[in-house]
């Protein structure tokens, strides 16, 4: 099981990422650096994570083929299990706003 499968909300917001081409997927992927750069202001995700845990350049896992949406999604993983919810509904609320406005 991956890490993202454990939660609803997560799991569908990386789902949904990962359909979106290149350069969205980078979008959002700096939109998730941000929202939690606002939240946790000590930077812990960014502490715990290293270049082994990021795929060590292997680029097994489809998101480690672009360094932004690597460290975003890594970033991601090493937050707590609610950061990682709040952050999924918002990245998945303005998704809902993006392809309301422009559909």
Not at 29 to 35: N, V
Not at 48 to 69: A, F, P, Q
Not at 74 to 88: G, P, R, V
Request: charged share 30%; aromatic share 12%; net charge negative.
């Amino acid at each position: 099981m991956r890490w993202y499968d454990v939660e609803p909300d997560v799991y569908m917001a990386i789902s949904l990422i990962e359909c979106s081409e290149l350069p969205k997927q980078v979008e959002y992927a700096k939109l998730i650096i941000d929202k939690l750069k606002e939240r946790d202001t000590e930077m812990e995700f960014i502490k715990n994570t290293t270049i082994s845990n990021l795929g060590g350049g292997n680029y097994r896992r489809w998101y480690d083929k672009h360094e932004t949406v690597s460290l975003a999604f890594q970033y991601l993983k090493n937050a707590n299990t609610d950061l990682q919810k709040e952050i999924a509904k918002e990245i998945l609320v303005y998704m809902n706003i993006e392809a309301t406005t422009f559909a």
